[in-house]
């Protein structure tokens, strides 16, 4: 069994050694997890979910949402949509 753990502690050693490797000459290319947030760049979420976004209380987002309603949204066949990249830049801004 122990065998299998050093195997495993090989492999990904040699898959992250590799993947800097690929990317030594190129210092602004992206790492693993900032391609996975490029998924989020054109994602919507619903008004009513914003909430869940944020992590804050239904009746909280819907007092932050009343109060700025500056936040980038988008609205579709009279429903309310929020970029989430946007509204992550948003919040980032808010807070600083």
Do not use: Q, T
Request: charged share 25%.
């Amino acid at each position: 069994m122990d065998y299998i753990w050093l195997a495993m502690g090989i492999a990904i050693a040699g898959y992250l050694i590799g993947d800097g490797l690929k990317n030594f000459k190129n210092p602004n290319s992206k790492n693993i997890l900032e391609s996975l947030d490029e998924d989020d760049e054109h994602e919507l979420i619903k008004e009513s979910n914003v909430h869940h976004f944020i992590g804050i209380s239904k009746e909280d987002a819907k007092n932050l949402l009343n109060e700025h309603p500056n936040i980038p949204h988008i609205i579709i066949n009279n429903n309310v949509y929020y970029p989430k990249a946007k509204l992550r830049e948003w919040l980032m801004k808010l807070g600083s």
